[in-house]
């Protein structure tokens, strides 16, 4: 397993200052990192590509800013599988740009921890996308809430939310009874 280490060096943390943070999930459609790379070249700014293990929580930080982490499942990969498929398609976008971007793993909370890492690099801007549809994303959405609505609502920097897919109708419910 590889070591789940969210915090950045003081190297990386340099290197990342004043980012635009994406907000990253397996599979997601490229629409979300493609409008993050083309936010962080408009505002001439390198790109932090940051997939949120949800499958691990905080246990404590070093003084130093270390933070370690334990799994909430016994499945300890879960989340290693999740961070190459990330890094893949962060590749795959990304790789023939002229773009600075990085790849990082966070845990735990996907909004409070996108929004730590935005205070510590003072990120100029985070992206995420809207949730898939489907009653499991309805079901999910409506027990942890929404991460755009919770970044929006608990930190000051500005934020763009990239829908995903077709967009509903204006007559069509958007979450199914």
Same mark, same amino acid.
């Given at each position: 397993m590889a070591e789940v280490a969210p915090d950045l060096t003081d190297d990386e943390r340099e290197a990342a200052r004043g980012a635009v943070?994406?907000?990253? $999930?397996?599979?997601q459609?490229?629409? !979300?990192?493609?409008?993050?790379a083309r936010y962080a070249r408009l505002l001439g700014a390198p790109l932090a590509v940051v997939? !949120? *293990? $949800?499958?691990?929580? #905080?246990?404590?930080? *070093?003084?130093?800013?270390? #933070?370690? +982490? %334990?799994?909430?499942?016994?499945?300890? +990969?879960?989340? *290693? +599988?999740?961070?190459?498929? $990330?890094?893949? %398609?962060?590749?795959?976008?990304?790789?023939?740009?002229?773009l600075t971007w990085s790849v990082h793993q966070l !845990?735990?909370?996907?909004?409070l921890a996108m929004k730590h890492l935005a205070d510590k690099i003072d990120a100029r801007l985070l992206v995420v996308g809207t949730r898939k549809h489907g009653i499991g994303e309805s079901i999910r959405e409506f027990f942890t809430? +929404? $991460? %755009?609505?919770?970044?929006?609502?608990?930190?000051?920097?500005?934020?763009?939310?990239v829908p995903l897919g077709e967009p509903v109708p204006d007559d069509e419910e958007i979450w199914p009874a």
């Open positions: 943070i994406a907000g990253i $999930v397996p599979d459609s490229p629409r !979300v990192l493609k409008e993050a997939h !949120v *293990d $949800v499958t691990r929580f #905080v246990t404590y930080e *070093d003084p130093d800013g270390y #933070v370690h +982490s %334990a799994p909430i499942d016994i499945d300890v +990969s879960a989340g *290693d +599988s999740a961070l190459v498929s $990330v890094r893949k %398609a962060a590749e795959d976008i990304l790789g023939a740009t002229d !845990v735990g909370d996907p909004a809430g +929404s $991460v %755009a609505a919770r970044l929006a609502h608990r930190q000051h920097r500005p934020l763009l939310v």
